[in-house]
Every structure is written in structure tokens, then in C-alpha cells.
């Protein structure tokens, strides 16, 4: 027998000692973000409720029954066959918090902090009964996304007939009438698990934070200042109030604090008008994102100048007559003079952020508007009070023109994102994503041509080209998104702004998939990373960048000890969005893809698949004495008793025996910290091999 050297036992005991670390590291990542209770009631003689409770921890969320296809995976209730009592309906919910998720491109429904399900039954007798199943649901934090599976069981007593004749014989009637059972339900075994798409925490039902939002409105303000409606009206301000005396200034806040009056008291007519009964509707619906379209680009005319959008006549003039009443009430209307003449310059800026916010919001209209009023008051107050600052203004001139018809452009390039979202929901095929890349590109040629004076609009002043750095800054910065967005058209992920595109299934022409699929480069045994072929080849599992591996834990593990390599095991789901970002972030580093493809055995296990069923010769019966058929449910049950972990994705290095080689790793966009996790797997794994 060879003798193993004292450094090689060393080592050895340092190997079991991680391991071990590890595997109780691993198996406290176990997360419970949802707690169920059960409660039954008794309606009547043949009726009875059945209520699901969930209480969910800050910033997750639940989602619905009721989602789109291709959505993430709905809240689904089983009930195990039916004895002594029928369903009646359908399980109820409450109506859920609605928001338009961009990577599936429709609108999904979810619950944060608390939801109450309920089923009604018919019971067939006055005995008591006994209903029992299981109910599967998602839930998602900013971070990770898990599904999981609740076994239920509800005792519902016996009728009052049933009751009354049971107490001449001595038995107690409270304990015959059970009326609610309460049984909180703790996840043990055969939990189900996915990764559901990324959605921020509920924060008013949007996308953007409000604060944000707030920020972001904010700017808007200052950029409608520099509106030719509105720059030049500032002196002319001000030396309204200087002439008041010393009541000028108390005035000149009055007046601040009025425009900010106005147009928060405008976002809050558009909240009530718009609430969160049109949030479905206006997020997902043609009409209203094909109206959105056309404003925007109506928007973009106006600022190019081809024509004003103005508030009617006898409006304003009204407002001007009102100013003769002097005193507080004459400011006011001051301010709203000024908010109803400035409409053509503030108009289109005003609508982009209250289009952006009447998804069914509340709050950010109202905060929309505060952030905007915030920013566009405080010049006009501010040169009331400090009115030396004038002198250090710049001139008007036509500069102030050349703001408003970059505006124009971003609008007109905005617009296309909402005629997006019903191209995509309603299957048009308008805006494929080279198209909608091709529509980009022209526009901020077009606007970078402006800016160098090649292009003039019906208000633009002859001037000299680049007269100012800022302006060549601004020049530059447009060419150079240009030349970003040029190898979009041929499959380059434009990873800066993915949000706003189509997704990359729309392109017709990737020239990064046409290269590799005929390059020979994906070929398997090439590789040295596939032994034999996979099962579930043919399916809709994949790895991505063209990577070659297997889909089941079992033949993977057998590969590995084929090959001499270690095993990587990517935990995954069809509609995880932390999985994609880093497949697309991480995984395309030529230094990460490099490692994959030399020193890997790989593995995906997609752990919210519902339709692929495994070979009748691979199901089993789990600990909770359920038959396992489905290949997600097989997968999601190696991630927690193998691993202890439930949230996606996960990865873990694993030897050829499934013993973990180093610390499992998470969502990470930490390149660096990536590539040495996968280096630290390749080592301990050699280092093991060595003892050997």
C-alpha cells in the first residue's frame, strides 16, 4: 500500500475541515420568507371556508394566481382528492399590486407583507371533515427570487346537528365543533423551488424608487428652466419684486411656494384621476401606450418648433386680470401666469414625468410634480432674495432654443418605449430589437449633426458651429453613444441599456451566435466537457454563450469522474433575472467563459421547470411520500437537502463523489471575485486528486 506523506494527511484533514465549514455555512443559507397559517371555519350546516395565510417579510413579495404565460410562475393551489366535501369555485385572492415587469414584458401581480386566500366547500355530510394539499408560490426580494411548497391540512368540525347529538353522550361539544384551525407551516422536505423574475421591492408600485423619481423630476426642473419660455421671464421677475419694497421678498416666497402649490396640486388630480385601478390597463394596454407614443412624439414637434402647444387665450388672460388684486392673492396668480405662459417649454416636460408615473400610482405623480415645481421655483425665488445674483446670469439667445430641440430629440427617442411595450405584449413585430436600435442610432446622429450646426430647425438663429466646450462636449458624448449603439445591430448586448431595448430574442441577425454555431467551437467532445450525450439536449434547457453541459445532476456527477474534472452546478430558472444578469454580465468575460470550457464539467439545474418529465425508471418517492416526476422538482430538492439553500442563482464546485470543493457563490457582479472562486474550485480540486 502506498504511504500517504504527513503533508499529504495535512492536507487531507484541511479538506474534511472546509468541507464541513462549508456544509453548515451552506445549509444556513436557508431562507423562509414566507410564513403560512390555516384557518377553517364552518359557514353553515354544508358550507365552509377555508383561509390561506401569508405573512411575508419586508421587501418580498408573493405573486398571484393569475399571471401571464410567460410570466413568472403563479401562487397554485392543490388539494388532494376530495372526501366527504367538493370545491366550490375556484381559491379567491385579494386584489393584487400590479407592476409592468421589462425583462418578460407584461404586467404581474404580487402581494407584500400579508395575503389572505380563501376556498369555499360544500360538505357532504354532518361528520366532521379533513382537507388537505399543498399550495406552491413564488416570492422575490431586490436580490433573489424562491417558490416554495406548504403542505395544508384543515380539521373542520362537524355540523351543529352533528354536535347537539353527540352531548347526551357525554362527549364535550367544544372539542367535537372544531371551528378554526390555526397550524403554522414549516418547510421540511420536497419544497419546490424557482427563480422568479427580478422585481425591486414594492416601493408605490413602480419600478423607480421615489426617491429616485424625486431626483429625477428634479432635474427636469432645472432643465425646463433653460427653456427659452421661461429663461428670459426670471429678470422680469424679480424686478417685479425689488419694486415691491420691502415686502418684495416676503412676496417673491410667496410666489416660489405657489408654483410649487400648482403643480404638485396638478400631480395630485392626476393621482386621483389615475390610481391603481388603471394601473393594469395603462402599463399593458395598447391604447394608452400607443396614445403615449403619439404625445411623445407631438412633444418632440412642438420643442423642434414646428408648432406651440399654448394654453388657451382667455385662460392666461384671466389669469393676468387677476394679478391687479395685488397682495398675496395677486402673487399667486403671478405664479399661475407664469406656469399656464411657460406651458410650451414646461408642457412636454411635465408630461414625460407624469406619463412616467400614472402606471397606477399614487404617490408619484404628486412626487413627480414636487421634485419638478421644487427645481423650476427655486431660481425665481432665489433672484428675488439675492438679486445682485442677476448680473452673474447669462444672456439670453439662441442657446435657449437649442436646449429645447435636444429635448425634442430625447423625446422623440423615448417614445419608442412605449410603442415597445405593446409590440412585444401584442406580438406586432414592429420594433424587433435591430429596429428599434436603428430608430436610436438615426435620432442621435441627427442630434449630434445638430449640435455641430448641420442641421437647422424653424426657430434656430444662424451661429457659429461649437461655439461653447459645453456644447462640444455634448457633441462628443452623442457620437460616442452613436458608435455604442452600432454593434447592437449585429447581437453586441449593450449591456448599459438593456432595460430599454427589446429583448435579444427579437434580433434577427447575431452575429455572435452565427460565428460560434459555425465555428465548430461548440462541438462536445472538442471540448473535453461532455462525455456521451446529455439527456434533455432537445429541450428548452440551455446554457448560455454556447457552452456544452448537462441538465441532470446524476449523469453530470458521472461525467465529472469520467473526465477528471470538477463539477460546476449552475442552480437556475427560466425567468431568473439575477441568473441572466450574470450570464451576461459575468459568464461573457472571456477570462470566465475560458475557465468553463477548460476546467469544467458543467451543469445547469433549472429548479422551476414544470413540463419536462423525467424517464419513469428516475422518479421517486421523496421524505414528504410524494412521487417526484417532474426534473424542477428533482433539482430543487438537491439545492436544499444537498445544500441548503433555496434562492437562485447558486453555484457550487463539487468533486466527482458530490463533495463541495469551496464555499458556494451567489449573485456577484464582482468579476475578479468570480474568476477566483472558480480558480479556488480548480485548485482544491487538484489538490485533492494529488492525495490520491
Known amino acids: 500500500m502506498k504511504r500517504i506523506p504527513f503533508t499529504a494527511c495535512k492536507a487531507l484533514m484541511l479538506t474534511l475541515l472546509l468541507n464541513f465549514l462549508v456544509g453548515l455555512s451552506a445549509f444556513s443559507q436557508l431562507q423562509e420568507p414566507v410564513k403560512w397559517s390555516f384557518k377553517s371555519s364552518r359557514i353553515n350546516d354544508t358550507i365552509a371556508e377555508l383561509q390561506f395565510i401569508a405573512k411575508i417579510d419586508p421587501n418580498w413579495h408573493v405573486y398571484s394566481q393569475q399571471v401571464p404565460p410567460d410570466g413568472p410562475k403563479p401562487t397554485v393551489f392543490t388539494f388532494d382528492k376530495p372526501k366527504g366535501f367538493q370545491l366550490v369555485g375556484k381559491v379567491k385572492e385579494p386584489k393584487p399590486h400590479e407592476e409592468y415587469d421589462e425583462m418578460f414584458e407584461v404586467k404581474v401581480g404580487f402581494f407584500p407583507l400579508q395575503a389572505t386566500f380563501t376556498q369555499t366547500i360544500k360538505i357532504q355530510s354532518n361528520k366532521p371533515v379533513k382537507v388537505s394539499g399543498e399550495v406552491e408560490f413564488q416570492a422575490c426580494d431586490d436580490k433573489s427570487c424562491i417558490v416554495d411548497t406548504r403542505p395544508f391540512s ?87 419684486f425689488m419694486k415691491s419694497g420691502s415686502n418684495g421678498k416676503v412676496q417673491a416666497s410667496i410666489y416660489g411656494l405657489a408654483i410649487i402649490a400648482i403643480y404638485t396640486l396638478f400631480g395630485t388630480v392626476i393621482a386621483v384621476l389615475f390610481g391603481a385601478e388603471f394601473s393594469n390597463w395603462i402599463s399593458t394596454h395598447w391604447i394608452p401606450n400607443v396614445l403615449f407614443f403619439l404625445i411623445f412624439v407631438i412633444f418632440a414637434a412642438s420643442f423642434f418648433g414646428y408648432f406651440e402647444i399654448t394654453m388657451p387665450n382667455w385662460l392666461v388672460n384671466k389669469s393676468v386680470s387677476a394679478e391687479d388684486k395685488g397682495g398675496t392673492v395677486g402673487t399667486v396668480f403671478m405664479a399661475l401666469t407664469l406656469v399656464l405662459v411657460s406651458f410650451s417649454c414646461t408642457g412636454p416636460i411635465v408630461g414625460t414625468i407624469l406619463v412616467q408615473s400614472v402606471g397606477g400610482q399614487i404617490l408619484k405623480p404628486v412626487i413627480g410634480m414636487l421634485g419638478f415645481s421644487l427645481a423650476f421655483a427655486i431660481p425665481f425665488t432665489l433672484f428675488a432674495l439675492f438679486p445682485q445674483w442677476l448680473n452673474k446670469m447669462p444672456k439670453s439667445g439662441g442657446w435657449l432654443n437649442s436646449v429645447k430641440v435636444v429635448l425634442g430629440f430625447i423625446e422623440l427617442a423615448f417614445a419608442l418605449k412605449f410603442l415597445n411595450v405593446p409590440d412585444q405584449t401584442y406580438h406586432w413585430g414592429i420594433l424587433d430589437r435591430e429596429v428599434y436600435l436603428g430608430f436610436w442610432i438615426v435620432i442621435f446622429t441627427m442630434m449630434g449633426f445638430y449640435l455641430l450646426g448641420k442641421i437647422r430647425f424653424p426657430h434656430d438663429n444662424d451661429y457659429p458651429v461649437v461655439k461653447s466646450f459645453p456644447r462640444l462636449l455634448l457633441i462628443v458624448a452623442t457620437f460616442a453613444f452613436v458608435i455604442y449603439l452600432v454593434p447592437g445591430l449585429w447581437g453586441a448586448p449593450l449591456k448599459g441599456i438593456s432595460g430599454w431595448l427589446p429583448p435579444m430574442e427579437t434580433q434577427d441577425f ?183
Not at 167 to 194: F, N, Q, W
Not at 551 to 565: C, P, R, T
Not at 627 to 639: F, H, W, Y
Request: hydrophobic content about 40%; proline content about 6%; charged content about 25%.
Open 510 to 692: 447575431d452575429i455572435t451566435a452565427i460565428v460560434r454555431e459555425n465555428s465548430g467551437s461548440g462541438g462536445a467532445e472538442t471540448k473535453g466537457n461532455i462525455a456521451g450525450t446529455p439527456k434533455y439536449l432537445n429541450t428548452a434547457l440551455k446554457l448560455p454563450h454556447g457552452l456544452k453541459g448537462y441538465f441532470d445532476y446524476d449523469e453530470a456527477l458521472k461525467a465529472s469522474k469520467i473526465l477528471n474534472k470538477p463539477l460546476f452546478v449552475d442552480f437556475t430558472g427560466h425567468g431568473c433575472t439575477n441568473c441572466r444578469e450574470m450570464e451576461n454580465r459575468v459568464w461573457s468575460d472571456p477570462r470566465v467563459l475560458k475557465r468553463f470550457r477548460e476546467n469544467f464539467v458543467m451543469v445547469a439545474l433549472y429548479v422551476d421547470d414544470k413540463v419536462i418529465e423525467m424517464p419513469k425508471d428516475d422518479w421517486y418517492t421523496n421524505k414528504a411520500g410524494r412521487e417526484v416526476k417532474l426534473l424542477g422538482k428533482k433539482n430543487t430538492e438537491i439545492q436544499i437537502e444537498k445544500f441548503g439553500a433555496n434562492a437562485q442563482p447558486y453555484y457550487v464546485i463539487l468533486d466527482g463523489d458530490g463533495n463541495l470543493l469551496v464555499p458556494p457563490h451567489a449573485y456577484d457582479l464582482d468579476i475578479a471575485s468570480y474568476i477566483k472562486f472558480l480558480d479556488d474550485g480548480v485548485l482544491e480540486y487538484n489538490k485533492k486528486n494529488e492525495i490520491k
Open 154 to 240: 384543515f380539521d373542520i368540525g362537524g355540523s351543529k346537528t352533528y354536535v347537539a347529538a353527540l352531548a347526551p353522550s357525554g362527549i364535550d361539544p367544544a372539542k367535537a365543533k372544531t371551528v378554526d384551525t390555526v397550524a403554522a407551516a414549516k418547510a421540511e422536505s420536497g419544497k419546490v423551488l424557482s427563480s422568479a423574475p427580478k422585481s425591486s421591492a414594492p416601493v408605490d408600485d413602480g419600478k423607480t424608487p421615489l426617491w429616485l423619481f424625486f431626483l429625477i423630476a428634479f432635474a427636469a426642473g432645472l432643465v425646463a428652466i433653460l427653456t427659452p419660455c421661461v429663461f428670459p421671464m426670471i429678470p422680469m421677475t424679480v424686478s417685479y
